[in-house]
């Protein structure tokens, strides 16, 4: 697993004189209704999610520099004492949504 070092937010303007910017890391947000493990998770707990995305945008200039995913599939491995040679597979099984090309696709969360 690659780890991430947080960075500075050269933009905070909500820090006081004086003061460094605060650090932050990278995030996104898990709407229950794909992701309706994470209702009965703790805030401030790390967990595992292994991820399956489609790339579907990448950006690059000078003041933006981004790419953009759907989240195809998910894995969690949020229990400490999971066998970890034991897949299991989480299938959203919710109202299924269509892509333009009528293949299912992932709302961005």
């Not at 009965?40 to 292994?50: A, L, R, S």
């Not at 109202?95 to 009528?102: F, L, V």
């Amino acid at each position: 697993m690659i780890k991430i070092t947080p960075k500075e937010n050269e933009y905070d303007c909500c820090s006081s004189k004086g003061e460094k910017p605060k650090k932050f890391y990278p995030n996104f947000r898990a709407r229950h209704e794909f992701f309706p493990e994470t209702k009965d998770w703790k805030v401030g707990k790390t967990y595992k999610i292994e991820m399956e995305v489609k790339m579907t945008g990448l950006s690059i200039s000078k003041m933006q520099n981004d790419s953009e995913f759907d989240i195809i599939a998910y894995d969690l491995g949020e229990s400490k004492g999971e066998d970890k040679k034991e897949e299991k597979k989480k299938e959203y099984t919710g109202k299924e949504i269509k892509a333009k090309d009528g293949s299912p696709a992932v709302p961005k969360v």
